[in-house]
């Protein structure tokens, strides 16, 4: 499985942005998806994650209630909208695809996309 992130850009504190992840393959719909960012000078952390049929997610405390995670298993894509977006937001996000169960852990994930930069000016 093949993974492109897109969407990213610069935005001002409180917008929105959708990002997108194209999945190439024709078993995308047996994948769990999960997003993760990295800002600079830190450490991967878990975003949010969605189930193969889109019927399950999870979310990191920090984008509950602002992130939604969804996918569009006839278009192999997964998207996560992003609204009352804040600097601390600022990262740079990966699309992940797990061939088990939906998780948090980043080491589950079996197949990186390349990520999209997300800045956030307050």
């Known amino acids: 499985v093949q993974l492109q992130a897109s969407g990213g850009g610069l935005v001002q504190a409180g917008d929105s942005l959708r990002l997108s992840c194209a999945a190439s393959?024709?078993?995308?719909?047996?994948?769990?998806m999960g997003w993760f960012r990295q800002a600079p000078g830190k450490e991967r952390e878990f975003v949010a994650t969605?189930?193969?049929?889109?019927?399950?997610?999870d979310y990191a405390a920090s984008g509950k209630g602002r992130f939604t995670i969804s996918r569009d298993n006839a278009k192999n894509t997964v998207y996560l909208q992003m609204n009352s977006l804040k600097p601390e937001d600022t990262a740079v996000y990966y699309c992940?695809?797990?061939?088990?169960?939906?998780?948090?852990?980043?080491?589950?994930?079996?197949?990186w996309g390349m990520g999209t930069l997300v800045t956030v000016s307050s």
């Open positions: 393959g024709r078993t995308f719909s047996s994948y769990a």
């Open positions: 992940a695809a797990s061939s088990g169960p939906i998780t948090r852990v980043d080491t589950w994930y079996d197949y």
């Open positions: 969605i189930n193969w049929s889109g019927r399950s997610t």
